[in-house]
């Protein structure tokens, strides 16, 4: 199964821009559909960004939309997420994550059950 490993995290002030990456191991990552989810204190998790297997088809939480950009690299096994004008809201750990891409299911819309450890992103106002 894949390993996941981020990096990236930090604390950037409101309107600035931050990039997270997530390095992929231990199994064939081209199998894998690839995502990013956040979650703060007393929040549910929430998917933020998915790219397909073979790095189209993006979807984003609305909330990111025209903000943020996922994008991955099948020969290097790392997908990042360009974060630009970060507001306070956006402040939560960030998590990479994977699961085997099933026909037809969207990887927007699969069950996601491979997880990094998280980075931290905060952003002060």
């Known amino acids: 199964q894949v390993q996941l490993v981020e990096s990236g995290g930090g604390t950037v002030q409101a309107g600035g821009s931050l990039t997270l990456s997530c390095a992929a191991s231990g199994d064939t990552y081209t199998k894998y559909c690839m995502g990013w989810f956040r979650q703060s204190p007393g929040k549910e998790r929430e998917k933020v960004a998915t790219v397909s297997i073979g790095g189209s088809d993006p979807y984003y939480v609305d909330s990111v939309k025209g903000r943020f950009t996922i994008s991955r690299n099948n020969g290097a096994n790392t997908v990042t997420l360009r974060m630009d004008s970060l507001r306070s809201e956006d402040t939560a750990m960030y998590f990479c994550?994977?699961?085997?891409?099933?026909?037809?299911?969207?990887?927007?819309?699969?069950?996601?059950?491979?997880w990094g450890q998280g980075t931290q992103v905060t952003v002060s106002s």
């Open positions: 994550a994977a699961d085997v891409f099933q026909w037809p299911t969207f990887c927007s819309s699969e069950s996601y059950n491979y």
